[in-house]
């Protein structure tokens, strides 16, 4: 059975390369014969060697490391504030009954709504991105979390009870990790989040940055084909990212939660 | 707290409908009950009685059972022994001293095996010895000698998610030993398991019983299970919860469920029970 699934599932996968492949294939030929406008969007081969032309390697190094940067700090912060302040609004009711109803105010909201007053108060430097970016992860993981706390097994929390364990012990020892799944969750959207957020904070607001480096080609009016390339490579990045932490966070729980 | 008005009407109550001769003698008093009572308020704004006037007194390193039909409030008993949840009327003592809360020398092995998913049977065990102030190391090693005591040495490794049902209530049996306590409160531990199985965790039970002479409390389904098992088998009505009456079975051990006193005692308690 499982054989029968790996072989499936192998296929799906080189159906899916098959269907990029074709799909890079058909643009590269339309393109070529003319069906669409190279000027405005150029055949792959095209794209990537004017990319390779305008880009030096140190600038894309460069805007790389400035994006991931962004993004990690922005990240682990909201993340890290989001999984405190969901669990202790779980964990301790009055703090909850306090804090909720703010965060489910705030949390509709999409965090690119905030860009403006993100500007105003923390001008266009680094910490407006890095605002904007904390409230991408910040609200998922919040809302895990809670959900998390609120959903633990009360007989977990009564079986540590009997061996002596109350307080922040059972806390730190039973509730956190017994909530690791849901919390799990909440960090895989929350990186998404902050990533779909980071580039468009770097569209408005950045003299560096990926984002910054496709939308200052087009201000430039230099190459369509640097865009494209940038774009694709956005998405490379939230994709091997996302990967990653999909691969880590299976490790983390997968054993025991059977992801 | 000593509520007179309670104490009077379950004396009352006991007088009229005496279900066990009550001992005096405190050296047989290793837990006792006295007047218990547990009422829950409802959704609806009134309240409901789940046990009224409750007296039992429990010797030590006696095994004794609660039967009783579902909803009886055996679980709610059990808790309140436990320290998991407070009695509304009277109270109860373990060595003389009140119950206040858990980790008063109770171990607890619960319906479902309420093992942490997240900890190898090892490392579960382990986590009893979490307030006992032995290191890592030491906490290891006395979990792989409580994991041989129930025969499981050879899956310490395993996550419960991948233990049978049977493996796992071991494991729960090996966790609650871990900080030696002198009362085993087990609430079906063996429920859910199949019956080739629940004979087999029903002789180790009585095998770690006999070497470590604990007091076993533990609730049941099973007539039969009470009767293989227990020196007493309180069994309790319901609405409210109380006891009817207190069964001694007083057969040798290992005991079999073909003679003849084990099947009278069952028809009895069976009587019992569905009048
Ligand atoms: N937290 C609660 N709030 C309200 N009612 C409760 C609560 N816990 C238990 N009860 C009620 O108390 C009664 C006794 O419950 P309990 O779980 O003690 O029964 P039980 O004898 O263990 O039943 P079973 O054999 O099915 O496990 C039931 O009627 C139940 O609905
Ligand atoms: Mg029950």
Redesign the pocket.
């Known amino acids: 059975m499982s054989e029968i699934l790996k072989t499936l599932r192998s296929n799906d996968l080189a159906l899916g390369l098959i269907g990029a492949v074709a799909a890079v294939g058909v643009w590269e030929i339309c393109a070529r014969t003319g069906v669409v406008d190279p000027t405005l969007f150029p055949s792959p081969s095209l794209a990537i060697s004017a990319a390779a032309q305008r880009l030096t390697a140190e600038t894309l190094a460069d805007n790389l490391m400035w994006s991931l940067f962004r993004v990690f700090s922005g990240f682990i912060l909201g993340a890290l504030a989001g999984a405190a302040i969901g669990i202790a609004a779980g964990w301790y009711r009055g703090f909850g009954t306090i804090v909720r109803p703010l965060i489910e105010l705030l949390r509709p909201i999409p965090p690119l709504a905030w860009i403006p007053l993100a500007i105003i108060w923390f001008g266009l430097g680094e910490p407006s991105k890095l605002f904007i970016i904390f409230l991408g992860a910040f609200f998922p993981v919040v809302t895990a979390a809670y959900q998390g706390m609120r959903s633990i097994d009360p007989v977990l929390l009564r079986a540590a009870q009997t061996l002596g364990l109350d307080g922040l012990p059972l806390l730190l020892w039973v509730a956190v990790p017994a909530t690791a799944p849901d919390l799990a969750t909440g960090v895989r959207i929350g990186w998404g989040l902050s990533f779909g957020v980071l580039v468009a904070a770097e569209l408005i607001a950045a003299d560096r940055g990926l984002g910054y480096m496709i939308i200052n080609e087009r201000n430039t009016g230099g190459s369509v084909g640097v865009i494209i390339v940038g774009i694709l490579l956005i998405g490379a990045l939230n994709l091997l990212t996302d990967a990653a932490i999909g691969a880590a966070i299976k490790r983390w729980v997968g054993r025991w939660h059977g992801a | 707290m000593l509520d007179h008005d309670n104490l009077a009407r379950c004396a009352l109550r006991r007088s009229e409908a005496p279900v066990a001769k009550r001992t005096t003698s405190p050296f047989l008093q290793f837990i006792a009950i006295n007047s218990v009572g547990k009422t829950?308020?409802?959704r609806t704004g009134s309240s409901?009685s789940?046990l009224d006037c409750v007296d039992l007194t429990i010797a030590e390193n006696e095994f004794v059972s609660f039967v009783?039909?579902?909803?009886?409030?055996?679980?709610?008993?059990l808790?309140i022994i436990a320290g998991l949840e407070d009695a509304t009327q009277g109270q109860i003592t373990i060595a003389g001293r009140p119950v206040t809360g858990p980790g008063q020398g109770q171990g607890v092995v619960f319906?479902q095996h309420a093992l942490f998913p997240w900890l190898t049977a090892v490392d579960n065990v382990a986590f009893g010895f979490r307030k006992s102030g032995l290191n890592k190391t030491d906490r290891r090693q006395k979990a792989m000698d409580l994991l041989t005591l129930v025969g499981l040495e050879a899956a310490a490794s395993k996550y419960p998610r991948e233990m049978s049902g049977g493996m796992q209530q071991r494991v729960s049996i090996a966790r609650a030993l871990a900080l030696d306590p002198q009362i085993l409160l087990m609430?079906?531990p063996f429920g859910a398991l199949d019956e080739l199985t629940r004979i087999e965790l029903q002789h180790e039970l009585l095998r770690i019983w006999e070497a470590q002479r604990k007091t076993v409390v533990f609730?049941t389904?099973s007539i039969n299970e009470a009767l293989m098992l227990s020196d007493r088998i309180v069994l309790?009505a319901?609405n409210p919860?109380r006891i009817k009456r207190v069964f001694d079975v007083d057969l040798p051990r290992p005991r079999s469920r073909t003679e003849p006193r084990f099947n009278a005692l069952y028809e009895e308690i069976w009587d019992e029970l569905s009048t």
């Open positions: 829950f308020a409802a409901i789940v009783g039909r579902s909803g009886c409030g055996k679980t709610t008993l808790n319906q609430d079906e609730v389904h309790l319901p919860g």
